[in-house]
């Protein structure tokens, strides 16, 4: 790493290439003409505050290509330091010109600039967007701080006993809601839309959603900002912007998809929006409210009929924020005692895609609970185009009754048992992809497990094929003699993970002996006529390395072609609000404060002569 005092540190890595240096220079001696680019880095800029470049480098003695070499590093260097990087542009006319594309690439719209306490304060330089606004490619959108009327009502009346918390609740409902003392959604579209028209090259949108502390009802201001949003990308002039390419929605709520499809023209401004996408990044969570189950498969159906309107779309990641982010894969169980089979199916991530996407080529699945037959359902409507396939902490839903042992609601494996055709109506995963002919470049995968929903009262046994990691309840052999057989234990004996077997098996990498016996190890899947029409790919050179397998190493190196934009939009460049951290820090500790005084007030109720 750069230490921070020296920012011409040559000893890192640059992520620039010297090809693009040499661009710029070109580009700059173009410009110029005749003056070269050593005599415009002699004018300095008036008041300039960086005394470290302009007193111990005499940039005038350096060649031009070396000083734009030295500036690509200085990017690298100041990679989480943005603000850093643009006091430097006042060193010089030739820092300001070659620092302004990086620095300026993407606006930011958030609370402070839209909350009018905040704006008496610092007025914004309307001035500056105009001049700036033709360099800037990308939007991002921080909206996490809004609270919501309802979150600030169901706070008010939980802590209606507890005096401390009044102003707590009262800050919330005058200065974070959207109202007329901060902001309304008119005050919200208007100033996206002055910057949408001052920006016409913004071709990538990320959006930020309020987080919410509390969701015991529909909320309405998520939905306010995402009808918003959508309306003023639909006005863009077409003749005049740029076409919106690279869309990441963040705490996507179902209330919000179903409301918005509701309304006519909100389904306009949904489809000018997705009409041009190429990569599309969505992170969702689910209302638990009384109208849940009927709430769930309409946002099923919405949530597809929303994607599929990016025809051209070629870049997919989902993920489910309800979903435990903690789990390392095997098997998680829950029973009816622990919650109704309704819930759990509701639970599930929706995976049933209403229109073919004939250009998706890269998709990522991350931190969520699906039913086989979906899951096998949107690799089969992707088939054809898919190359990339990324699976990180997907969860894979069966039911077992151990009175009827063979009734189960999902038959599906990851990759199914050795040597052993699959049953009818049964489908394992890995070699499910390979029945349909999808042709893998890359599969990375991490973190598989299943979610098994045992009804009755007794628990599943557990087949000896089992490796058990994350179980809730615990399982008692002598109950039944039928098992619930997973796919989790390595049947050639060489302790090889799930995850790494799943992808050898899906792309077709031969498999060695059993450990019992040494017979060859096949993976069938019904059609047998197609087994010799695979064209296997022989196995990697040994030993084999975990990023040939697991997502989480193969991406550690490489930047994501599916979730990249969800830290930066642009790529250049990550996306944090330290403001909206601190808020919501600050939020999430007085509520916790306040359920501590609940509690408190509770126990002492309790011990009160007569309540024993």
Not at 82 to 97: A, G, I, M, Q, S
Not at 482 to 506: H, I, M, N
Not at 582 to 594: Q, S, Y
Request: proline share 6%.
């Amino acid at each position: 790493m750069l230490d921070s005092n020296d920012p011409f540190d040559l000893g890192l890595t640059s992520s620039f290439s010297y090809y693009g240096c040499s661009q710029l220079l070109t580009a700059e001696r173009k410009r110029l003409g005749n003056e070269s680019v050593a005599e415009k880095s002699r004018q300095p800029i008036a008041n300039s505050p960086d005394a470290l470049l302009q007193g111990f480098i005499k940039m005038d003695r350096l060649p031009s290509e070396i000083l734009l070499h030295i500036l690509d590093y200085v990017v690298v260097a100041h990679y989480s330091n943005k603000n850093n990087l643009l006091k430097l542009r006042t060193t010089c006319k030739l820092f300001d010109e070659v620092l302004k594309p990086y620095v300026l690439k993407t606006l930011q719209l958030e609370f402070t600039r839209l909350d009018k306490g905040f704006r008496a304060r610092k007025p914004l330089d309307d001035d500056a967007l105009r001049r700036i606004g033709p360099l800037c490619q990308a939007l991002y959108i921080d909206m996490m701080v809004v609270r919501d009327d309802g979150e600030v009502r169901f706070l008010g009346e939980m802590f209606s006993q507890i005096p401390a918390m009044a102003e707590f609740v009262e800050e919330l409902r005058d200065s974070w809601c959207m109202n007329e003392e901060s902001f309304t959604e008119i005050d919200y579209r208007r100033q996206l839309g002055f910057m949408l028209a001052h920006a016409p090259n913004v071709a990538a949108v990320k959006l930020n959603l309020p987080f919410q502390l509390v969701s015991p009802g529909q909320y309405r201001a998520s939905t306010m900002v995402l009808g918003n949003t959508f309306a003023a990308l639909a006005q863009r002039p077409d003749e005049e912007s740029a076409a919106l390419r690279t869309l990441v929605l963040e705490n996507l709520s179902d209330v919000s998809v179903v409301s918005l499809w509701r309304n006519p023209q909100d389904v306009k401004n949904i489809m000018a929006a997705f009409r041009d996408l190429r990569r599309l990044f969505l992170s969702v969570r689910r209302n638990d409210g009384e109208d849940g189950l009927a709430l769930n498969v309409n946002f099923r159906h919405r949530l597809w009929e929303m994607i599929g309107k990016a025809q051209n779309l070629e870049s997919l990641c989902l993920v489910d924020l309800d979903t435990d982010e903690k789990r390392h894969g095997g098997v998680k169980t829950s029973s009816q005692r622990d919650v109704s089979l309704e819930d759990w199916l509701r639970r599930c991530m929706p995976m049933t895609p209403m229109r073919v996407l004939p250009k998706l080529t890269f998709l990522e699945l991350r931190q969520a609970e699906v039913m086989g037959s979906d899951l096998l359902s949107m690799f089969k409507c992707f088939g054809d185009s898919l190359r990339e396939l990324y699976l990180d902490g997907v969860y894979l839903k069966t039911a077992y009754s151990a009175g009827s042992p063979q009734d189960i609601i999902n038959n599906t494996l990851w990759i199914g048992l050795p040597n052993v055709r699959p049953p009818p109506n049964h489908r394992w995963v890995a070699t499910y992809l390979r029945q349909i002919r999808v042709r893998l470049r890359v599969c990375r995968v991490a973190n598989l497990g299943y979610y098994q929903y045992v009804m009755g009262e007794e628990e599943p046994p557990t087949d000896h094929t089992t490796t058990t990691t994350t179980t809730t309840t615990s399982s008692d052999s002598n109950s039944n003699n039928s098992a619930a057989t997973f796919d989790l234990a390595d049947p050639c004996g060489l302790s090889r993970s799930l995850e790494q077997r799943f992808v050898e098996v899906a792309t077709g990498v031969p498999q060695p002996p059993t450990a019992a016996g040494g017979a060859p190890v096949t993976h069938y899947y019904p059609e047998e006529a197609m087994a010799q029409q695979d064209g296997l790919r022989p196995p990697p050179p040994p030993p084999l390395r975990t990023e040939d397998w697991h997502a989480t190493s193969y991406l550690a190196t490489r930047r994501s072609p599916t979730s990249a934009w969800q830290r930066s939009v642009d790529g250049q460049f990550p996306n944090c609000n330290q403001h909206t951290l601190a808020a919501l820090h600050n939020f999430a500790d007085a509520a916790h404060r306040g359920m501590a005084l609940l509690n408190q007030r509770a126990h002492e109720n309790d011990e009160l002569p007569g309540n024993a």
